[in-house]
């Protein structure tokens, strides 16, 4: 039996590394709002903590699902006696230290929790420079392109600037959309954008730079890294963005997602990059973190003009959590079909699903 807690924070909580934090009000926003999303991809049996016992079960039974978990929902002060014997296993969105002071404050034993070293491994996996690693030991693959490196001081991004003309500037931590600057050789990083390069060097100890991708379509692969040790795969995110944060997700079966994707990249190169990402991550990994993850990938123009063939990054982000990827195969294996987004009327977060 799981514990599911959705926590939207969760990449921001990773960057900051602390027990306690003030979360932005839009992470409490979500929280509040989409607190009861978890029962979307629960089982029957399964637990949701939520702030308000009655809007989430109104808005869960708002989505048209063909088959529907019972699940119960508690808020974090009725976890105690909920939680009260063996068989549970705690599920957020994802693992960081502020997640779990959250269940302690609620009196969960620690033994039920990860340790903060435990802790500290999932957050060195989740930094940015693991899918640097993952991206070079695809080097050489047909079909596939992508250059990505590790920085340690200013000078190094220039250099990289100066090589790759067009790059793209992550810090190792940040939340979808955020940490993330765009910097062309003609224009140089001005000085707002060199301060943000200053500032994450210092506080974060690296940065990571890309060689700009001329995109056609984001996807991901979706992955479950099992008790066993194994990384096995899940299926295929069709996403869209905007601005480089998410936007929505395209709700179909595994075979619809796959035909389309072979209109631009063959099935051999796709199933080899599967394998070659199992088999990484599985290595990388060696049984740190259990649970759903994601990486995030994206077909695109050849860096040389004149080539007619598209190509694929196969890395452009790991995320070592749950993803909205995880919750459209969710709904999909739920029978449904369409555009999942989250939007905002200006007051509150909601999640719809439009045919």
Known sequence: ?????????????????QRRFA??????????????????????????????????????????????????????????????????????????KSIRSTFLDAKIPKTMLPSEQ??????????????????????????VIGLSAVCNSPEEVKGALKLH??????????????????????????ENVQKWINNTLEKQGS????????????????FQAKTDGKVV????????????????????????KEEYLHRYLSP?????????????????????YTGPLGVDMMICSPWEEGTSDVVLNPCIEINMRRTMGHVALALTRRGQRGIMSIDYDGKNYRLHIRQ
């Open 1 to 17: 039996m799981q514990i599911h807690f959705f926590n939207p924070d969760h990449d921001i909580a990773l960057a900051l590394n």
């Open 165 to 190: 003309k067009d790059i793209v500037v992550k810090a190792p931590w940040s939340s979808s959309g955020r940490g993330v600057r765009y910097i062309s050789i003609d224009d140089g990083p001005n």
């Open 118 to 143: 435990q802790l500290d491994s999932i957050r060195m996996l989740s930094n940015r420079a693991l899918a640097v690693k993952l991206l070079s030991s695809m080097k050489g693959m047909q079909g």
């Open 233 to 256: 795969y899940d299926g295929l995110s069709l996403f869209t963005t905007k601005n480089g944060a998410y936007t929505g997700n395209i709700l179909l079966p595994e075979d619809e």
């Open 23 to 96: 979360t932005p009000h839009v992470g409490r926003q979500m929280r509040s709002d989409l607190g009861y999303i978890p029962a979307l991809w629960a089982e029957d049996g399964d637990v949701v903590v939520v702030e308000d016992i009655d809007a989430a079960e109104l808005l869960y039974k708002r989505h048209k699902l063909t088959s529907r978990a019972r699940v119960e929902f508690v808020t974090t002060e009725q976890l105690e006696n909920t939680v009260s014997g063996d068989g549970y296993r705690f599920a957020p969105w994802g693992w960081n």
């Open 207 to 222: 940065i990571i730079v890309e060689k700009k991708c001329r995109k056609i379509q984001d996807f991901a692969m979706e």
């Open 268 to 288: 051999t190169l796709l199933d080899e990059v599967k394998k070659q990402i199992e088999a990484f991550l599985t290595k990388e990994i060696n049984g740190a």
